[in-house]
């Protein structure tokens, strides 16, 4: 159980593209994603924190008009980086809060790794 | 703010070595979590401590929850190379919803 998956695993880009990232609870429903985004050889960045129905809070120095989240179900949030350009490069992590689960517990996607040209 | 401190940042071993990593801070914990992440995944949860003197294992996981509640260490016995990959030390922030992750120790078993 506690199964979370993302799509795509991978996305190359042009600049001045938007990508969008899917988030999804597979065998559980997702009271709170996390957004995270991790450079090489660096620890998880929080991004965001997104409960499903209402507005994401965002990580100070994060733009939320760069990264628009959208968590319409309890078993997917998504993810769009706008205008994307090189230095959004990165691999982008959610993960996955969920009912009948303690809060502390978080499940990790598989990460999608999005390089801009 | 809330800081997680994890040592050794790296570690180089051979196959069937015990290995040893901690993580510490300066701020009370009530959960302990620790994660693997392997190359290109995202992290997967190892363990979770949730009382202070609490020691759990997992397979050749063994995690202690420090008794003054400001440090974990994690134990992997008789490693093989599958064991490879980094593991973070997390815990939820005081009065928040957000989990603070350590630096990462990075494992390298040579077969």
């Known amino acids: 159980g506690a199964v979370v998956s993302q799509h795509p695993s991978w996305v190359i880009c042009k600049s001045g593209t938007s990508v969008k990232i899917e988030c999804r609870s597979l065998?559980?429903?997702?009271?709170?994603m996390f957004w995270y985004r991790q450079f090489p050889k660096q620890s998880l960045m929080l991004m965001a924190t997104s409960n499903e129905g209402s507005k994401a809070t965002y990580e100070q120095g994060v733009e939320k008009d760069k990264f628009l989240i959208n968590h319409a179900s309890l078993t997917l949030s998504t993810l769009t980086v706008t205008s994307a350009h090189p230095e959004d490069s990165s691999f982008y992590i959610c993960?996955?809060?969920?009912?009948?689960?303690?809060?502390?517990?978080?499940?990790f996607g598989p990460g999608t790794r999005l390089t801009v040209l | 703010g809330q800081q997680l401190n994890q040592s050794p940042q790296s570690m180089f071993i051979q196959e069937g070595e015990d290995v040893s990593m901690n993580c510490t801070s300066s701020?009370?914990?009530?959960?302990w979590l620790w994660y693997k992440q392997d190359p290109g995944e995202g992290p997967v949860l190892l363990i979770a401590l949730y009382k202070a003197g609490e020691l759990t294992s997992n397979g050749r996981l063994t995690a202690q929850f420090g008794i003054t509640r400001k440090d974990s260490f994690l134990n992997i016995s008789a490693s093989i190379p599958s064991d490879v990959g980094i593991y973070f030390c997390?815990?939820?922030?005081?009065?928040?919803?957000?989990?603070?992750f350590g630096a990462g120790t990075r494992l390298f078993v040579k077969a």
């Open positions: 701020s009370i914990f009530n959960t």
């Open positions: 993960s996955a809060v969920g009912q009948g689960y303690s809060y502390n517990e978080q499940f």
């Open positions: 997390a815990g939820p922030q005081a009065g928040g919803f957000k989990t603070i």
């Open positions: 065998d559980f429903q997702a009271t709170t």
